[in-house]
């Protein structure tokens, strides 16, 4: 689709190869003040969704990348999805799409703003300012409209994706993640962190790693290129057994990591744990260490827990794996956030707290569209007194939070 309105011209591309992959990333650069490149919003990282076969037509993921463009220049952009499903979002709406069911409405195809399978915050709309930010996510509901789809939905967005959807109109919905953040002045050690949690959760910490220890298990990562293709073909046998004794196939193809590998080797931590020098569980984590300083600001160093998989049950080896573990290596390298991914109140146990996240939402029928409004109100009011719920339940010392 191309139009021209104030100089723009709007392209709706069913694939990330028609976008130019520098133009992406140096938008997406953009979107942070020390021009970092959240790893889930790369250019590649997208792509490797498209070519590896994960987020396809076939899995229920029709791509649709939208740009603006000024001339010669890209000044935002958009991966956009028609979705026949509701699965790999994290951010629910069965319960609107059985309400389409029940009134004779289809529901599917909707629009989906935000990288498959990833419940990471972040931009969305990747855009050279606010004006052209607003701009771009009218021209999707315009889209959707024409389009005559259902809705459209931006997932986990950053907050100047937030300001840009509430000028277009969108409705607003809130959930919650666990995220650990560091003191400015950093932690010296593991212990030094453990002895800013109250008493009762530092010694549940100390018990749990103990168990895992005691049982012989011990651990070694590899950071980047490090991570051998026979630790690749290890961690793909865990996930994907994982995902199978859970009853269901997993997301993500063993051709994805094998775009990871080749692609961005820099944003992957693996963890390998072994017990009789024999490898028994992986955690994946994803990394991201901001840009160069610019304009005042320091980069953030960023790590997010993905994806984990055992061949053998180990009491607490799931803890020590996907939270103990990279925290300790995030607390050694300087990292100041550790992102815990969807849902899990367990995680503040481990010293992750509460952090909302935002969703966008436009529904093209009306009444629909009211009934929605009227229920987020609702369901914001609960999420508020889940929030302070939480709050109470803070696992650090009073003078340490």
Same mark, same amino acid.
Do not use: M
């Given at each position: 689709m191309n139009n021209n309105a104030n100089d723009y011209v709007i392209r709706v591309l069913d694939s990330p190869r028609q976008v130019d992959a520098s133009a992406w990333n140096t938008l997406l650069a953009a979107q942070d003040p020390a021009g970092g490149l959240n790893p889930f919003m790369r250019h590649e990282y997208l792509s490797a969704m498209f070519e590896s076969g994960s987020a396809t037509p076939q899995t229920g993921w029709t791509a649709r990348f939208v740009t603006l463009s000024q001339g010669t220049e890209m000044? *935002?952009?958009?991966?956009?999805? $028609?979705?026949?499903?509701? #699965?790999?979002? #994290?951010?629910?709406?069965?319960?609107?799409?059985?309400?389409?069911?029940?009134?004779? @409405?289809?529901?599917?195809?909707? *629009? @989906?703003?935000?990288?498959?399978?990833? +419940?990471? +915050?972040?931009?969305? $709309? $990747?855009a050279r300012d606010a004006e052209t930010r607003t701009l771009l996510v009218k021209a999707l509901v315009a889209w959707c409209s024409d389009e005559k789809l259902s809705s459209l939905h931006l997932l986990f967005a950053s907050d100047q994706d937030v300001t840009a959807c509430e000028e277009a109109g969108l409705m607003l919905r809130h959930?919650?993640?666990?995220?650990?953040?560091?003191?400015?002045?950093?932690?010296?050690?593991?212990?030094?962190?453990l002895m800013s949690l109250s008493q009762e959760k530092r010694k549940k910490i100390r018990q749990e790693r103990r168990k895992v220890s005691e049982a012989g298990v011990s651990f070694r990562w590899s950071l980047g290129t490090n991570i051998s293709a026979e630790h690749w073909d290890f961690f793909y046998r865990c996930y994907e057994r994982t995902y199978y004794e859970h009853g269901n196939a997993p997301y993500l193809s063993r051709d994805f990591f094998q775009h990871m590998q080749d692609d961005m080797p820099e944003n992957w931590l693996l963890f390998v744990a072994e017990r009789e020098g024999a490898p028994i569980a992986t955690s994946l984590i994803a990394v991201s260490e901001g840009g160069t300083r610019t304009g005042g600001q320091f980069p953030t160093k960023v790590a997010y827990g993905r994806y984990w998989g055992a061949l053998e049950r180990v009491d607490c080896l799931h803890f020590e794996a996907c939270y103990y573990q990279p925290l300790q290596w995030c607390i050694q390298h300087g990292y100041q956030r550790f992102e815990g991914g969807a849902q899990g109140e367990h995680k503040m146990a481990r010293a992750l707290l509460p952090v909302k996240?935002?969703?966008?939402?436009? @529904?093209?029928? +009306?009444?629909?569209?009211?009934?929605?409004?009227?229920? $987020?109100?609702r369901e914001g009011a609960g999420i508020d007194g889940y929030m302070e719920e939480l709050e109470r339940r803070n696992p650090f010392k009073a003078s340490s939070n």
């Open positions: 000044v *935002a952009a958009c991966a956009l999805y $028609l979705k026949d499903h509701s #699965y790999g979002e #994290y951010v629910f709406d069965h319960a609107w799409a059985n309400a389409y069911h029940q009134h004779g @409405l289809p529901y599917y195809p909707k *629009a @989906l703003v935000a990288p498959p399978f990833t +419940p990471v +915050p972040g931009a969305r $709309l $990747l959930n919650i993640q666990f995220h650990w953040t560091g003191p400015p002045s950093g932690y010296r050690n593991f212990d030094d962190f996240t935002t969703s966008a939402h436009w @529904l093209a029928h +009306p009444a629909f569209a009211d009934a929605v409004e009227r229920f $987020l109100e």
